[in-house]
């Protein structure tokens, strides 16, 4: 190992838990940040931890149902069309990915990272002696049509072929997992080793366990330009004239990672997907269980005792605007599979925001940058940055400490695209 000083872009849950290894291993951390750190996407999500997840974004028949959702204002799915060269680059590879062969490649390493994570949450909470509500109770896919069923019955014959555990359930067998709820559905899928936890919570664990043992973070510092020599970078440069010199640097800017890696000189395809959270103190039912409405996208987390629902996937840009329509087919979706909750029993609370990091393939962008000797990126992780962060910082972590990682594979290269 010839470094000692690093520095992390991003102080989101990618940059935190590469910290934490970092830190555990002896390394000398800052971390930087462009926002105060209250409110990035790793605060209002969803907070499901899905080894079931294992079918990338960029899979069959996604470009159909997209352009079908298209047209549907209140649908949970929208690109905002715009001349934009990115835009037009990250279509033509999320186009070249959706195929078969790209969901079997990309399953085993899915599994393998998300089942890593889980078990270094556990590990997590144990020997820090964290709590952040870290409930392994498994995660129901809720359905409410045939077809619907269908679907995710073929997605839970996929996870088992590759050793993630699923089950079929009936409407019966969900009322007893969910004695409490009236759920308007036919059946569902479980699967058993799915979890789920409080974001914030883990957040704020994270940032105070990392400030006392020597971790410092800057706030409010953008980076807005970097000398470079010899194939590695000397200085960041700051939009308040400070300067900031490391031994290495790992990107994990979440949406923002593509613009600062073309300051690196590197192209990583990217788009910022946004999405909407609700999250209500004293709802009239609570699940004991996370789960999916499957047809319609919206997940829905107990949270100690709030509960929250969250969807949407909006390719807007960084635009952090509420669209309206889009929070209305959310809270619509909830009543239609909750009938017991009406839409006024979801209005008065506060909405959030957040913008996912989206790679055109649906896999995150971890390892070395191989334009820079001294970069490293974990970023990339779309909808799953909960379950991916700590599994992608630990492989970082080995890359720079060990020079290499078992959980490392050229699916999650980060220059993958930059040719």
């Known amino acids: 190992m010839e470094s000692n000083r690093v520095i992390i872009i991003g ?52 470009i159909s149902k997209g352009l079908k959702w298209m047209l549907e204002p209140e649908s949970p799915f929208y690109i905002r069309p715009r001349l934009s060269l990115d835009l037009l680059k990250w279509g033509w590879e999320f186009k070249k990915a959706s195929t078969d062969e790209h969901v079997k490649q990309a399953g085993p390493v899915l599994r393998d990272l998300l089942m890593a994570s889980r078990e270094l949450l556990i590990d997590f909470e144990s020997e820090e002696n964290s709590s952040f509500g870290y409930e392994k109770r498994g995660l129901l896919m809720f359905c409410n049509t045939e077809k619907g069923l269908k679907k995710e019955v073929e997605a839970a014959e996929i996870a088992q072929q590759l050793g993630v555990p699923a089950e079929v359930l009936t409407a019966d067998q969900v009322k007893e997992m969910e004695p409490d709820l009236n759920l308007n559905i036919i059946g569902a899928t479980y699967y058993p080793k799915d979890a789920h936890l409080h974001p914030g919570s883990l957040m704020d664990s994270l940032k105070e366990l990392l400030v006392s043992r020597g971790v410092t973070f800057h706030w409010n510092t953008e980076i807005e330009k970097m000398d470079q020599s010899g194939g590695k970078i000397r200085t960041l440069h700051s939009s308040d004239g400070k300067e900031w010199k490391a031994d290495t640097y790992i990107l994990c800017a979440g949406a923002w990672s593509a613009g600062i890696a073309k300051k690196f000189g590197t192209q990583m395809l990217m788009q910022a997907g946004k999405g909407y959270s609700i999250t209500i103190e004293e709802p009239v039912k609570r699940p004991l269980n996370c789960g999916i409405f499957a047809e319609r996208k919206v997940t829905m987390t107990p ?7 969250a969807g949407t996937m909006e390719i807007v ?41 989206c790679s055109p393939d649906g896999m995150p962008y971890v390892g070395t940058v191989s334009s820079l000797k001294n970069v490293y990126a974990s970023t990339g992780h779309a909808m799953m940055g ?5 599994s992608c910082g630990k492989i970082v972590a080995d890359l720079i400490t060990e020079g290499k990682s078992d959980l490392n594979h050229s699916l999650i290269n980060p220059n993958r695209f930059a040719g």
Do not use: Q
Request: net charge positive; with cysteine.
């Open 317 to 357: 840009g960084t635009d952090t605007r509420i669209n309206r329509a889009k929070m209305n087919g959310l809270k619509k979706s909830v009543c239609e599979y909750l009938p017991e909750f009406s839409m006024n029993d979801l209005e008065g609370h506060p909405v959030w925001t957040g913008l996912r990091p």
């Open 386 to 390: 909960m379950s991916l962060a700590p």
């Open 11 to 62: 102080a989101g849950i990618a940059g935190l838990f590469t910290a934490y290894y970092l830190n555990r291993r002896g390394l000398e951390v800052t971390i930087l940040d462009k926002d105060t750190g209250k409110d990035n996407c790793s605060y209002g999500n969803a907070g499901m931890i899905v080894p079931s997840h294992i079918i990338p974004l960029s899979s069959p028949g996604i």
């Open 303 to 309: 949270m100690f005792g709030s509960l929250r629902f």
